[in-house]
């Protein structure tokens, strides 16, 4: 999916129910929300759009996850009303939501399942509780991508996904590369292997080109490049912060607001991406 290149792009990494982190973040960026809570057009911000680059739910509480997803359904309808300025990428946690409240047959029911989605996935079950919120995820999650991609004349281009992912399957549409964009090999699983062993082709596909990725997912303390990769997930759930890169014509910016403390933080160990 292609994103006219005539407009700026806010592109925000994993919000993970931190919404007041996110109103922050746009406010930053020039959108203020009114008392309904609805992101404000004005003159200054007509030509800038959103995109949230993937898991916007999960390891948040439940009163933010459904604050969460109520700020981003009412304001996806509300600043699409004249054009498309606010797109959605799908992470592994939509991905995963989705699967368990459609009671997907290919997910299997075993005890391990059913840990998961108490640990990781604790959207599911607020989701089981409340249809009216169950509803609205359903159609955003009709309404992500697994791509975007932004185009500025021949020599600058920038990939979006939730995932980092091996060039082959970048912005393809066949079902193996969709499910590389979403999720990459798993961390949980490999804990004592470091990203950068984990995932050698972040660096070793990085090329001195202005065509770059930008992926989230891998939550990290800080916005990590290595010459045109690039992740801006920077662990706003576990107390760091929410960040964005910002796209104007050629030139990539970024800009990030702390966690709030307005809810407990989540708790991880960070693995560094791009520490050589
Ligand atoms: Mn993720």
């Known amino acids: 999916m292609i994103l006219p290149s005539n407009y700026e792009y806010i592109v925000i990494g994993d919000v993970h129910g931190c919404v ?24 200054k911000n007509q030509y800038k759009s959103i995109v949230l680059l993937g898991d916007f739910i ?13 700020f981003i359904y009412n304001n996806y309808k509300h600043l699409n009303q004249d054009r498309k300025r606010f797109y959605l990428i799908e992470g592994n946690h939509e991905a995963m939501v989705y699967r368990y409240i459609t009671k997907d047959p290919t997910l299997i029911i075993t005890p391990k399942t059913i840990r998961d989605k108490e640990r990781y996935y604790n959207t599911v079950a607020l989701l089981e509780k ?18 975007y991609k932004y185009i500025y004349q021949e020599y600058f281009s920038v990939t979006l996904t939730h995932a980092p992912c091996p060039e082959r399957y ?41 065509h770059y990725h930008i992926f989230g997912h891998l939550s990290q303390p800080n916005i990590r490049q290595y010459k ?20 104007k014509k050629d030139i990539i910016s970024f800009d990030s607001t702390p966690f709030e403390f307005k809810q407990k933080k989540a708790k991880q160990s960070y693995n560094l991406l791009f520490n050589f």
Not at 58 to 70: F, M, V
Not at 239 to 246: F, R, V
Request: include cysteine; glycine fraction near 2%; proline fraction near 3%.
């Open 58 to 70: 999960d390891k948040a509480s439940d009163e933010k996850l459904t604050q969460t997803i109520e």
């Open 130 to 147: 409340n249809s009216k919120l169950k509803k609205l995820f359903l159609e955003l999650y009709r309404e992500c991508s697994v791509w």
């Open 228 to 247: 045109n990769k690039i992740c801006i997930d920077t662990s706003a759930i576990y107390g760091g912060y929410l960040s964005c890169a910002i796209i």
């Open 170 to 210: 970048l912005a393809k549409d066949d079902i193996v590369s969709q499910k590389k964009m979403i999720k990459c090999v798993s961390r949980s699983r490999n804990p004592n292997v470091s990203l950068d062993e984990l995932l050698p082709y972040t660096h070793k596909e990085a090329k001195d080109n202005q």
């Open 20 to 43: 007041d982190e996110l109103k922050s973040l746009l406010a930053k960026q020039g959108f203020k929300t009114n008392h309904e809570n609805l992101l404000q057009i004005t003159p």
